[in-house]
């Protein structure tokens, strides 16, 4: 056979050196290790993102159910909560209106299928989920089921409602009651004397009986030149509280910077006039002079005269105009001394202005510039309360009255007794005691504002009050604990006006040492009733 030439003969194949194969081995297998680490760690990789994920997807779960509010669910038109309330409702009227027909047994199953309702209300408000369809169909089915039940029984919309109006105002009555018992009640302890301060009456009462000196000295001071002098300092109090009465004097002359010149006029009753005169016949109070008078004295302030004094002294408080109002038995308003204010001309006719002060204030600057004040032709100075809108005229009167609102302006200031300034020359000019007794009259029949003297103040003074700085008289401290301490102390006069009296125990801590400051503490009758 014959051979092809070399040209065309098949090239002979070579072998790869073994060094390359070698090569080839190592890199295939440096692959694979490398493609088999990326795919676990993409792996591990996946795992730690997806955990907080799903750790946050727990979380927002979590807070999800913590956020159920039952209430919001009850607002609700459609949930299953608020139709269970609604049936309840209603099957608590029927409730009632079957005991009074005396169906003793269907006001059973009502009482009974509510306490269900109101078990499975506060079980979905316990575990944080609304009330499901289960849950609550049988029971809505039940409830419906007797209210058909009681309306079938003649149990009618009509007879419902007739019904359920006269609990209504069956209930208004109880409040209302409640409501001028608390009121009364509250005034009461308000108004009552501490154990210790009976003590210290009953033994300054014994000592004005059995000691002649006493008496006589009372007698003394009671003819002194002092208490008709213009040119000294005059202040008028009218209380049976002999403790709060000391203070007020005791807290005066303190801050005074010439307590000499200074000249108390105290009135009182027949029952604690003999231990006020021992009182201030035996303590000195920096040489100012103590007059001590009774109101059973003034012979004058009758009930021909006085159209309040012929109510308080009206026998049969029954058809008292008032006597559904709250204020019907408060002690302030049945007592003549918390009307003596209004007839301060006819009870130092001699005198031309005086300052008159509440027993339950506390004095803590100089008030001897308030007589030097100009009020500018007006009767009285006083601190207007009118910072709020409830201070204003109208919420103390009655402005539907053609009388009231032909003559007074609903919007103006109301105004504080308490710390008053009274020009008496201007008082006697203006005649503002019969301006009183004209609104007395015009409230007969309790048409013009309820029981109390700040209205008839606000009426017979209208128009003849000069406002004064509101740093004089700071009011409050007997039902506010949240008054500005920095108030407080700028405070000339400070007044426990209210309930909470700092001599009582339930009074503001806050407040008390400001009053027991000027409390003679040491002395032996007050230390031997406080500690026995």
């Given at each position: 056979m014959r051979r092809r030439a070399a040209d065309y003969r098949r090239r002979v194949r070579r072998r790869l050196p073994i060094w390359i194969w070698v090569f080839l081995g190592l890199f295939s297998i440096a692959g694979f290790v490398l493609i088999f680490l990326q795919h676990n760690f993409q792996d591990h990789a996946q795992d730690r993102i997806?955990?907080?994920?799903?750790?946050?997807?727990?979380?927002?779960?979590?807070?999800?159910?913590?956020?159920?509010?039952?209430?919001?669910?009850?607002?609700?038109?459609?949930?299953?909560?608020?139709q269970l309330l609604e049936q309840m409702t209603l099957a608590k009227a029927y409730v009632v209106i079957a005991k009074e027909h005396n169906n003793l047994h269907l006001a059973w199953q009502l009482s009974s299928n509510i306490r269900r309702c109101q078990f499975l209300l506060s079980k979905a408000a316990m575990r944080a989920d609304p009330i499901t369809q289960d849950e609550a169909e049988p029971l809505i089915s039940t409830l419906s089921a007797l209210i058909l039940k009681s309306q079938d029984a003649h149990y009618d919309i009509a007879t419902t409602m007739m019904t359920m109006k006269s609990h209504i105002q069956a209930l208004e009555e109880r409040a209302n009651a409640a409501t001028v018992q608390s009121a009364v009640f509250g005034q009461l302890a308000a108004e009552s004397m501490p154990k210790?301060?009976?003590?210290?009456?009953?033994?300054?009462?014994?000592?004005?009986?059995?000691?002649?000196?006493?008496?006589?000295?009372?007698?003394?001071?009671?003819?002194?030149?002092?208490?008709?002098?213009?040119?000294?300092?005059?202040?008028?109090?009218?209380?049976?509280?002999?403790?709060?009465?000391?203070?007020?004097?005791?807290?005066?002359?303190?801050?005074?910077?010439?307590?000499?010149?200074?000249?108390?006029?105290?009135?009182?009753?027949?029952?604690?006039?003999?231990?006020?005169?021992?009182?201030?016949?035996?303590?000195?109070?920096?040489?100012?002079?103590?007059?001590?008078?009774?109101?059973?004295?003034?012979?004058?302030?009758?009930?021909?005269?006085?159209?309040?004094?012929?109510?308080?002294?009206?026998?049969?408080?029954?058809?008292?105009?008032f006597q559904d109002s709250q204020d019907f038995?408060?002690?302030?308003?049945?007592?003549?001394?918390?009307?003596?204010?209004?007839?301060?001309?006819?009870?130092?006719?001699?005198?031309?202005?005086?300052?008159?002060?509440?027993?339950?204030?506390?004095?803590?600057?100089?008030?001897?510039?308030?007589?030097?004040?100009?009020?500018?032709?007006?009767?009285?100075?006083?601190?207007?309360?009118?910072?709020?809108?409830?201070?204003?005229?109208?919420?103390?009167?009655?402005?539907?009255?053609?009388?009231?609102?032909?003559?007074?302006?609903?919007?103006?200031?109301?105004?504080?007794?308490?710390?008053?300034?009274?020009?008496?020359?201007?008082?006697?000019?203006?005649?503002?005691?019969?301006?009183?007794?004209?609104?007395?009259e015009q409230n007969a029949d309790g048409n013009v504002w309820k029981l109390g003297s700040l209205p008839a103040g606000l009426l017979a003074f209208y128009g003849r009050t000069e406002p004064l700085d509101r740093r004089w008289h700071v009011l409050g401290l007997g039902y506010d604990v949240n008054i500005d301490s920095r108030l407080i102390e700028s405070a000339a006069v400070v007044h426990f006006n209210g309930n909470l009296k700092p001599w009582l125990k339930y009074g503001f801590a806050r407040y008390k040492p400001l009053w027991r400051r000027y409390v003679n503490g040491t002395h032996p009758y007050l230390v031997d009733c406080v500690t026995s």
């Open positions: 997806q955990q907080p994920v799903l750790e946050r997807n727990a979380r927002k779960v979590e807070v999800t159910r913590h956020k159920f509010n039952l209430t919001k669910e009850i607002a609700s038109a459609n949930s299953y909560a608020r210790n301060l009976h003590c210290m009456n009953v033994k300054l009462l014994a000592d004005w009986i059995t000691k002649k000196e006493i008496r006589e000295l009372a007698e003394e001071k009671k003819n002194s030149p002092r208490l008709l002098d213009n040119n000294l300092y005059h202040f008028c109090l009218f209380s049976d509280n002999l403790l709060a009465v000391s203070t007020v004097v005791n807290s005066t002359v303190s801050n005074a910077d010439h307590p000499k010149q200074l000249v108390f006029h105290v009135v009182t009753n027949l029952a604690n006039y003999a231990a006020m005169q021992a009182w201030f016949v035996t303590n000195d109070f920096k040489g100012s002079v103590i007059e001590v008078q009774k109101v059973e004295d003034f012979t004058w302030l009758n009930a021909s005269y006085s159209p309040v004094i012929k109510k308080l002294k009206e026998n049969d408080f029954r058809g008292y105009p038995l408060n002690p302030n308003y049945v007592s003549v001394l918390n009307h003596l204010q209004f007839y301060i001309p006819e009870i130092y006719p001699h005198l031309e202005k005086v300052v008159f002060l509440d027993d339950d204030v506390i004095v803590q600057k100089d008030l001897t510039p308030l007589f030097s004040l100009d009020l500018h032709g007006n009767v009285n100075g006083a601190v207007e309360t009118c910072l709020e809108a409830f201070h204003r005229l109208y919420k103390y009167l009655n402005f539907s009255n053609p009388i009231v609102s032909s003559k007074i302006d609903p919007q103006a200031c109301g105004w504080a007794f308490g710390l008053n300034v009274f020009d008496l020359v201007a008082w006697r000019n203006a005649n503002v005691t019969a301006r009183y007794h004209y609104w007395q």
